[in-house]
């Protein structure tokens, strides 16, 4: 019904730049909130960014001041800008959505498949 796709990651040295994107595609009545989850080898995934139809935004602490997260709602996107990368962000980054499928329907929690973002020297 819904799908996201995300796209952007990569290899990239230490204090370099990476920019993600997710593109929701389906049966899409409306969109609540978007954002970007990570999960490193070991570890559970975690919130790493989050911003609502309206624009508001929430951040991990360990990104504050680095990372980025925007949406065009015209184009059902979200983007991370994510800026001075560390060692430490080196993750699969995952895409989630909350979705309405019709007017009738309640929002639902939609993911993409990952994306893996290395940041190495």
């Known amino acids: 019904q819904v799908q996201l796709v995300e796209s952007g990651g990569g290899l990239v040295q230490p204090g370099g730049s990476l920019r993600l994107s997710c593109a929701a595609s389906?049966?899409?009545?409306?969109?609540?909130?978007m954002g970007w989850y990570r999960q490193a080898p070991g570890k559970q995934r975690e919130l790493v960014a989050v911003?609502?139809?309206?624009?508001?935004?929430n951040y991990a602490d360990s990104v504050k001041g680095r990372f980025t997260i925007s949406r065009d709602n015209a184009k059902n996107t979200v983007y991370l800008q994510m800026n001075n990368l560390k060692p430490e962000d080196t993750a699969v980054y995952y895409c989630?959505?909350?979705?309405?499928?019709?007017?009738?329907?309640?929002?639902?929690?939609?993911w993409g498949q990952g994306t893996q973002v290395t940041v190495s020297s």
């Open positions: 911003i609502t139809r309206g624009g508001s935004t």
């Open positions: 989630r959505a909350t979705v309405m499928t019709s007017s009738l329907s309640r929002f639902d929690e939609y």
């Open positions: 389906g049966r899409i009545f409306s969109i609540n909130s």
